[in-house]
């Protein structure tokens, strides 16, 4: 289902000309903000400790797109870190370790962090430290439930209060 409209302003100037302007619309559909916000989020949530070199960017740590040739069961094996994961092929496939869990349709993309933080909770999962910060934020925004006092790590307070500060605007 197509949802939102991207427009992107272009601006050029030929020599005398006065600027022009082009838009440019892209229609994107939910999966695909979807996608894109689990990729954004770590970034705007950091921890203070680096993914492992192999997982590349912390988005990883929680979601990873498969490339048409990459093997599911595969890419688990190989995975450096062993926390719940959406991958996303044609359906999205929750994983933790290295199960495959169930597989769910790919509209579904948006509750996709609720889910993963349905899998810490059921499973009694710590955080990988590389997205700590973001799943404590999620879990006393989001969720509000009380995080334990030694999690309250000075980049939890930082991102609270940088929270709170955006929330006000």
Not at 86 to 92: E, G, K, V
Not at 113 to 123: K, N, V
Not at 144 to 162: G, M, P
Request: proline share 9%; aromatic share 8%; with cysteine.
């Amino acid at each position: 289902m197509l949802t939102e409209h991207v427009v992107q302003f272009t601006f050029t100037r030929e020599a005398g000309q006065r600027p022009r302007s082009a838009v440019k619309v892209t229609l994107v559909t939910e999966p695909e903000q979807a996608i894109a916000l689990m990729k954004a989020l770590p970034s705007m949530f950091p921890s203070p400790t680096a993914p492992p070199k192999k997982l590349g960017s912390a988005s990883e740590a929680l979601f990873h797109v498969l490339e048409p040739s990459e093997d599911p069961n595969t890419f688990l094996q190989k995975r450096p870190i062993t926390s719940p994961v959406i991958l996303d092929s044609t359906n999205l496939l929750l994983a933790v370790g290295k199960i495959p869990l169930m597989t769910l349709p790919r509209e579904m993309m948006h509750e996709a962090p609720l889910i993963l933080m349905g899998c810490f909770y059921t499973f009694h999962l710590t955080y990988p430290k590389c997205v700590a910060t973001l799943l404590s934020v999620i879990q006393t925004e989001v969720l509000k439930d009380s995080i334990h006092e030694r999690d309250l790590t000075h980049s939890y307070k930082k991102a609270i209060a940088e929270w709170a500060e955006f929330t006000k605007k």
